[in-house]
């Protein structure tokens, strides 16, 4: 199976669940990679640099009608919801979800709508069920889910409202999940 996308979403403690879990991705790694952070609408655009810091990949904020390309990592601007078209990103400003803008369960929805079998949904940390619903359409969809294991979060409550919603998703800590995801080698390789 060729993926064609990986979306992940996290909230409390994201930062560092992030950083872990791109540390573990190869310097060749093409599959591209939308993050969604909550973040407070006012923040500071610091998340990209931070996240750099440990990826030879290429991370950046999304801009409207952002072309999708393998190898770069892509950060859901905050006060925006994030949405995947095939083929590149749109921004909107539909009011928050789950109270949160962006919402990761909007960001999963148009992924698994835009590639469904060929999406991959990662949950990590965080102290809502954003996510949850997102990553299940995936899963329906046909598409890899991938959650991290509720006891090594920083707050288990995110990981553990997408296990709920979706049982059958490999539950992992988050360096096992970097290097599952390391592990996606394309077609013919």
């Given amino acids: 199976m060729r993926y064609e996308i990986i979306v992940v979403g996290t909230s409390w403690g994201g930062l560092g669940a992030l950083r872990a879990l791109l540390a573990e991705l190869p310097t060749d790694f093409d599959v591209p990679i939308a993050l969604v952070q909550h973040r407070h609408r006012q923040s500071e655009p610091l998340l990209a640099s931070l996240l750099q810091e440990r990826t030879s990949l290429r991370v950046s904020e999304v801009e409207d009608k952002t072309p999708i390309a393998g190898g770069q990592v892509?950060?859901?601007?905050?006060?925006?919801?994030?949405?995947?078209?095939?083929?590149h990103f749109a921004l909107s400003t539909d009011k928050p979800v789950r109270f949160s803008r962006p919402s990761i369960d909007v960001t999963f929805e148009s992924a698994a709508d835009s590639y469904a079998e060929r999406s991959v949904g990662v949950v990590l940390t965080g102290a809502n069920a954003d996510g949850a619903r997102g990553l299940r359409r995936i899963a329906d969809r046909g598409g890899l889910s991938l959650v991290q294991l509720p006891d090594t979060a920083e707050s288990p409550v995110m990981p553990a409202a997408a296990l709920r919603a979706v049982p059958e998703a490999r539950s992992l800590p988050v360096a096992e999940i970097g290097r599952a995801l390391a592990g996606l080698a394309p077609e013919g390789r």
Avoid: M, N
């Fill in 74 to 87: 892509y950060i859901a601007p905050a006060d925006y919801h994030l949405l995947v078209e095939r083929g």
